[in-house]
């Protein structure tokens, strides 16, 4: 039997969405942690932050689902599929972000802790990126069959 290639834009939806996991298993903000005050921090298993690990998950399913389903073609293996998760997980990731900033879970001291008090949310919005530019490498891609 004879596979498919993945193509461009599967490769880069392959790479996203491993990028999406570790990013909502990291950190996404961190309060306190100063003597005489307790850290608090949270991850992207809170809130909002749970769509965009599903999202993630969901990226796996599709990237693999052609290979489960043999040599047939599905409906559901088109970049639109990508591209309705891709806009969930923005919306989604978007949205945590603002209810966290709206609570002041962001709290930047000093210049570095930019990237450090919350590594997880830049990591899953790499992820959503690069799920981003794969749906447009397989929109321009020509149609699977």
Do not use: K
Not at 20 to 30: A, D, T
């Amino acid at each position: 039997m004879h596979r498919r290639p993945l193509g461009r834009g599967r490769t880069l939806a392959a790479l996203a969405a491993p990028l999406i996991v570790l990013g909502c298993v990291l950190p996404w903000w961190r309060v306190g942690g100063t003597p005489g005050i307790t850290e608090r921090a949270g991850n992207g298993f809170e809130g909002s932050g749970i769509v965009v690990f599903l999202v993630g998950i969901a990226t796996l399913a599709l990237v693999a689902l052609p290979y489960a389903a043999g040599d047939r073609p599905l409906a559901l293996d088109r970049w639109l599929s990508f591209a309705i998760l891709a806009v969930a997980g923005w919306i989604a990731l978007a949205w945590q972000v603002l209810q966290l900033a709206l609570i002041g879970a962001f709290q930047f001291h000093e210049p570095a802790q930019v990237l450090t008090n919350g590594p997880g949310v830049w990591l899953a919005g790499v992820g959503l990126a690069t799920l981003s530019r794969a749906v447009t490498a397989m929109a321009a891609e020509p149609a699977r069959r």
